[in-house]
């Protein structure tokens, strides 16, 4: 076997598997989107109010973080 015959059997073969790779992700994006539902999603954030922020505390574990980070 020539190395010619080499290089275009590789070629060919990438040329192969790179059109089913394609098509097979294509078929499987086209599958996924057919089968995707728009859910109405209703809006809770009225009902349940947000606390409040109680900001930065400095506490044991922090000043232990700060002291061992040596800031």
């Given at each position: 076997?020539?190395?010619?015959?080499?290089?275009?059997?590789r070629?060919?073969?990438?040329?192969?598997t790179?059109?089913?790779g394609?098509?097979?992700?294509?078929?499987a994006?086209?599958?996924?989107t057919?089968?995707?539902?728009?859910?109405d999603?209703?809006d809770?954030?009225?009902?349940?109010?947000?606390?409040?922020?109680?900001?930065?505390?400095?506490?044991?574990?922090?000043?232990t973080?700060?002291?061992?980070?040596?800031?």
């Amino acid at each position: 076997m020539t190395d010619q015959q080499t290089i275009n059997r590789r070629q060919f073969l990438r040329k192969v598997t790179s059109t089913v790779g394609g098509s097979v992700t294509l078929v499987a994006a086209s599958s996924a989107t057919a089968r995707m539902q728009v859910v109405d999603v209703q809006d809770d954030s009225e009902k349940m109010p947000v606390p409040p922020s109680k900001g930065y505390q400095r506490t044991e574990h922090v000043d232990t973080y700060y002291h061992l980070a040596d800031f």
